[in-house]
């Protein structure tokens, strides 16, 4: 069992947990997540850790509201436990001085930015970050985000605030006046940070992309969350979930992803008409 310490929503249908978890804490590094499951019938979700407090030993997850499982996640509050809360999982992100780093976070991915936007400060790089949402309201973590960021760009794709646009129009902007990345991070809904590589493919500039996919056990068992990296079978619990986003098979993975839409959906409709009759 996880304690919920403090509960805080973001943006509608966006949650911040800050969740009791000592050892996780103290362990965690940037790029790694945690898979959870909210009772003892729910299925394992993997987030990734947002913010970690070693010393108060807490961790802060972040989560937007897709399905059954992160809707029943959300409805939890401060000083509920979560049933099962395990990691820190997955590989680092690998924080070297690479010299200028673009670092690009498109909605709910901003909240993995945060710990490398940090690692990467530490490691004296020229911290540049763009990051997108649909409207202004939807876009979380601004703040957060200029705190370790030299230079932060914002977009939303209706131009409600920011640049009116995608996060690749802003990136194209920074190299076509003179700012060529030494490395570009991207996190965020697989079709962004596949356009991000295909931008930075034409530029010739290293990409690392964060994936997401189906996951069941986190930790290389079931082959649930494999994906093609240059040609060879990957498992993002165990070998990610950061890869070269050049090499990654996005057709591939969008397909795979798109497995169990619509049970997904079915599942999602009955515990919400479940719901409304409670």
């Not at 009772?39 to 987030?47: F, H, S, T």
């Not at 700012?179 to 809904?189: E, R, W």
């Amino acid at each position: 069992m996880a304690k919920i310490i403090a509960k805080q929503e973001l943006a509608a249908g966006c949650f911040s947990f800050e969740v009791e978890a000592p050892l996780i804490a103290r362990k965690a590094k940037a790029g790694q997540f945690i898979v959870l499951k909210v009772d003892e019938a729910g299925e394992r979700i993997p987030l990734t850790i947002a913010k970690r407090n070693p010393g108060k030993g807490a961790v802060t997850i972040i989560f937007q509201v897709v399905g059954k499982s992160t809707d029943k996640l959300s409805r939890l509050n401060q000083g509920d436990e979560i049933q099962d809360f395990v990691g820190p999982l997955g590989k680092p992100t690998h924080i070297e001085d690479f010299g200028t780093v673009v670092c690009i976070g498109g909605g709910i991915g901003i909240a993995p930015i945060l710990p490398i936007l940090k690692a990467l400060r530490e490691k004296n790089n020229h911290v540049i970050s763009i990051i997108g949402a649909r409207n202004k309201e939807l876009l979380i973590l601004e703040d957060e985000v200029r705190e370790d960021s030299r230079e932060t760009f914002v977009t939303t794709d209706d131009g409600s605030y920011g640049r009116h646009g995608f996060v690749t129009d802003e990136l194209k902007n920074l190299v076509e006046n003179g700012t060529k990345p030494d490395v570009v991070i991207a996190i965020g809904p697989l079709p962004m940070m596949w356009a991000v590589c295909r931008v930075t493919k034409g530029y010739n500039i290293p990409t690392i992309v964060s994936l997401n996919p189906i996951m069941v056990d986190g930790t290389g068992m079931c082959g649930g969350c494999r994906v093609s990296v240059d040609g060879k079978s990957k498992f993002v619990c165990v070998d990610g979930p950061e890869f070269d986003g050049h090499l990654v098979d996005f057709a591939e993975l969008r397909q795979r992803q798109a497995t169990y839409l619509t049970e997904e959906k079915r599942s999602y409709d009955l515990h919400k008409e479940r719901c409304g009759r409670c």
